[in-house]
């Protein structure tokens, strides 16, 4: 294994202004806001670092798959929807009966089907998907800003659009728990996962002749250099993200989610310049109407989102790779912009992004969350492929 | 793009959006705040040995989670 000691040095002015906020922003919510928000928001700032230290992403994992079968990030995944399987059915299966938790459950059908194919496009084209767009923005990437900008946006029509789809064909919520019972559904999905695995390794070792191992170790004397600085093996980041949406589970009574969040600051900022969103659907009643009409800092997924763009923020400083150079050309500008109006969109209408409703959904032993990876990788295909039309990237079998 | 203005421009984002959620977090109500005034406002003497009432026998006396579900009480 190579040696992966980071060659820039820490950043420190920001590195103590990204703890001093972080410090004075959970004092500030453990004051001022009931419950155990500050712990969600500090649930998320380990979510930053983790990601952004892992880095472990979504949307370069499966275009690394689709264009080169390199599936190291793609196993990944599959082991932490694994992990977090484990980790989630049997809380979800009321083994622990003081735990009172929700499944990320959701219809399974036209909206979730179409929401999941336009985010696999645009993760592609925007360079993000919901948990790597916070991160990367969080890292000081400016073109991610812009991705982010549209991605509320595009959230926010989409909560004006969802009811109109979800009266199209499909089923209600349908959980393999309460089909199956917790044992045999986890063992169901385990068995699946499984074969998703072997069948990316296959085609890894067809192209290849072996796979890159998905690295846990490091050298002895480079831990606590690494465990502070990155760049941490990818197992520790599935081990990190794993146990973190566990917290969520159990501090926040839900499984990690970002989007719900990126509607509602455009559903305050619309109502903030004169619009009533609160006129809308979606926005009418139940749990979005009480958010709409309450502070952000009450909101579970606004306070995590804030801490993953914090906590990203602090581990990019901390790895000395804050603000990176960014080359924004007018073709960049444009793909951002779309990328992240379909991100939004997309988000919106299949009840979440990659990690609501794929990790989320999935360790929930949702249907829906195998519907949007279905249509999500789908979509990420075509997202590819409008990327070599765009020209933004090479034709297939060139090197990147 | 030189890294000194990638700092400006995202450092001034995080800045306004600091500022919006203030601006929002002073403009908006906390949850359900007449809930908790209520139960701030109640007294009930119970005597030694006496059952508690129905409405405080489990943990629903916490103020309500603003996760997304309806607040499981035992948060």
């Known amino acids: 294994m190579k040696s992966a000691i980071p060659t820039q040095a820490a950043d420190q002015p920001t590195v103590l202004v990204a703890s001093l906020a972080i410090l004075g922003i959970s004092l500030f919510v453990q004051q001022s806001v009931a419950g155990l928000q500050y712990l969600t928001f500090l649930i998320g700032v380990g979510l930053g670092i983790t990601l952004m230290h892992a880095a472990f992403g979504f949307t370069g994992s499966w275009r690394a798959f689709i264009r080169e079968r390199n599936g190291k990030g793609v196993r990944a995944q599959l082991m932490l929807l694994g992990l977090t399987s484990l980790l989630f059915f049997p809380v979800l299966g009321q083994i622990f009966p003081s735990v009172q938790a929700g499944a990320a459950l959701a219809p399974v059908g036209t909206s979730v089907l179409a929401g999941a194919f336009l985010f696999g496009i645009g993760m592609q084209l925007g360079g993000g998907c919901g948990s790597g767009t916070l991160y990367t923005m969080g890292q000081g990437q400016v073109d991610m800003l812009i991705t982010l900008a549209f991605f509320i946006v595009g959230a926010t029509l989409g909560t004006v659009h969802l009811h109109w789809w979800l009266s199209l064909p499909g089923y209600g919520s349908i959980s393999v728990i309460a089909q199956f019972g917790w044992v045999q559904a986890l063992l169901l999905q385990l068995v699946i996962l499984a074969a998703l695995y072997g069948l990316v390794r296959l085609l890894e070792t067809r192209r290849y002749g072996n796979i890159k191992p998905v690295e846990w170790q490091i050298p002895q004397h480079e831990f606590t250099q690494r465990f502070i600085h990155g760049q941490w093996p990818l197992w520790w980041g599935v081990i990190g993200l794993a146990l973190l949406n566990l917290a969520t589970l159990i501090v926040a009574g839900h499984p990690w989610s970002i989007t719900y969040a990126f509607g509602l600051w455009g559903a305050k900022i619309w109502a903030a310049v004169g619009g009533d969103p609160g006129s809308w659907v979606y926005w009418s009643s139940g749990y979005a109407e009480q958010s709409l009409n309450s502070s952000v800092l009450t909101d579970t997924t606004s306070v995590m989102d804030f801490g993953i763009i914090l906590g990203s923020l602090l581990a990019a400083a901390l790895a000395g790779k804050f603000a990176p150079r960014v080359k924004l050309t007018g073709k960049r500008i444009f793909t951002a912009v779309a990328g992240g109006l379909l991100l939004g969109y997309g988000a919106r209408l299949g009840f979440g992004c990659n990690i609501g409703a794929l990790v989320g959904g999935i360790s929930s032993g949702s249907l829906h969350g195998w519907l949007w990876l279905l249509a999500g990788f789908c979509g990420a295909i075509s997202g590819v492929y409008l990327r070599i039309w765009l020209k933004v990237d090479r034709p297939m079998g060139t090197r990147q | ?75």
């Open chain 2, 1 to 75: 793009m030189k890294r000194k203005q990638s700092r400006i421009i995202v450092g001034t984002a995080i800045g306004a959006a600091a500022i919006a959620v203030a601006i929002d977090h002073t403009r908006q109500r906390l949850p359900e705040p007449e809930k908790q005034l209520a139960s701030q406002q109640a007294v009930i003497i119970i005597d030694e040995g006496e059952e508690l009432p129905v409405e405080n026998n489990g943990d629903c006396g916490k103020p309500p989670s603003p996760g997304r579900k309806k607040a499981p009480c035992s948060l």
